[in-house]
């Protein structure tokens, strides 16, 4: 893993110094080019190597991140992805921080050096990967099932398949009643850009669902290092034949029965699917980011 964070700042170990006449012995590779010919005189560039980076893990948290079809969610996997490079940036002697965001900032740690701080930003990161959806939702869903219970009890065991469609029908609207954690790339940009007053390598971690923010990540780009990290599920882009299924956008609560089993529906899925990644990976190359 050292080495792969080491490879993400490759030709960014070095920060601009100065610009000043060539001497003999000088790397010919280091000239500047536009104030040789402005001058006349061979003119290099000098840069000074970086002591130390600033990193900040920007992960994803809005709902569509709890989506995942095998053992672990997307989620799940942001939060294994920065726990270790947390680790690969304490072992390079850097500052690491935090941010957890869906429509805003939901959790912020400022960056700092330090194995104990590490320690922090991994339990951090990994506690609300472990969390499940039902841990977030409103306590009153707690009320209904004690309500269920406390009902199913007084009534007898005969009444109990009554009080358990009334439980799940009790269920069902209270949580589609919850907010849903709508993504916003841009407000997390925005907060770094707020909190963050020295150039900075941001590691955005997220499954991009979300529009609006390509023009404040390039303004962020201009300012920190940008770097991209797509997490997707392999049902995003395949589906198997499974019959009819109600699909749910996670961040809208929209619902949509699909009959899987039509050859004509996955196909056009993954072909959406495909076609909605590459056309993300050009439009973050156009922003300047990695």
Known sequence: MAGAYLSVFKGRGMEFDEVRPYVPGDDVRAIDWNVTARTGEPHIKRFVEERELTVMLM?????????????????????????????????????????????????????????????????EVLARGQQRHRKDLDPKIATVEHEVLEQSTKRGLRDLPRAVRGWFAKLQAATRAQPRRATSIAAALEFCRQVLPRRA??????????????????????????????????????????????????????TRLVDTRSSAFRAELTVNARRRIDLLRDQLRATGMD
């Open 59 to 123: 992960v994803d948290v809005s709902a569509s991140q709890e989506f995942g079809s095998g053992r672990r969610s997307k989620l799940e996997a942001a939060t294994e992805l920065s726990a270790l490079l947390a680790m690969s940036a304490v072992e390079n002697g850097d500052k690491v921080g935090l941010l957890l965001f869906h429509g805003g900032a939901d959790l912020y740690i400022p960056p700092r050096k330090g194995g104990k701080h590490a320690l922090r930003v991994v339990r």
């Open 201 to 254: 390598v941001l590691f955005l971690i997220s499954d991009f669902l979300d529009d609006g923010y390509l023009q404040v990540l390039r303004h962020a780009n201009r300012k920190h290092d940008v770097v991209a990290a797509l997490i997707s599920d392999p049902r995003e882009v395949q589906m198997p034949p499974a019959g009819l299924v109600t699909l749910e956008d996670a961040e809208t609560g929209r």
